[in-house]
């Protein structure tokens, strides 16, 4: 009897070295440039299932013998992160605004208007 482990390379050798490409892919892309960064994600589902094994006796006959299968799934998932973005501001000198009913209302004004404003009060 063993312990179970990822340490065992009959049962996890599969997963380590899928582990292992998919950790050099994307650290070879964060190092060329080509992504910020990038993770690696593994996740082990474990289960049980019965199953059943004849044991030969004297003769053609047999014994069932029920046991605890272990039910090992994996999945291994990249991700690729990279980040792109602009900032600036619009121009919004000549407009006002004003909210009318539930909308947000833009008005472009002329100079002569503008003047005619004066100071606004919250």
């Given at each position: 009897?063993e312990k179970l482990s990822?340490?065992?390379?009959?049962?996890?050798?599969?997963?380590?070295?899928?582990?292992?490409?998919?950790?050099?892919?994307?650290?070879?892309?964060?190092?060329?440039?080509?992504?910020?960064?990038?993770?690696?994600?593994?996740?082990?589902?474990?289960?049980?299932?019965?199953?059943?094994?004849?044991i030969p006796?004297?003769?053609?006959?047999?014994?069932?013998?029920?046991?605890?299968?272990?039910?090992?799934?994996?999945?291994?998932?990249?991700?690729?992160?990279?980040?792109?973005?602009?900032?600036?501001?619009?121009?919004?000198?000549?407009?006002?605004?004003?909210?009318?009913?539930?909308?947000?209302?833009?008005?472009?004004?002329?100079?002569?208007?503008?003047?005619?404003?004066?100071?606004?009060?919250?």
């Amino acid at each position: 009897m063993e312990k179970l482990s990822l340490k065992n390379p009959e049962l996890f050798n599969d997963l380590i070295f899928g582990v292992d490409n998919h950790m050099s892919t994307v650290m070879g892309k964060v190092v060329r440039g080509d992504f910020e960064s990038g993770e690696v994600t593994v996740k082990i589902k474990l289960a049980c299932e019965y199953e059943e094994v004849k044991i030969p006796r004297a003769g053609s006959d047999f014994e069932i013998k029920k046991y605890k299968k272990p039910v090992i799934k994996y999945s291994i998932k990249s991700n690729l992160k990279q980040s792109f973005s602009n900032e600036n501001s619009v121009v919004t000198d000549n407009y006002m605004v004003d909210a009318k009913d539930n909308s947000v209302m833009l008005k472009r004004m002329d100079e002569d208007q503008l003047s005619m404003l004066g100071d606004i009060d919250d």
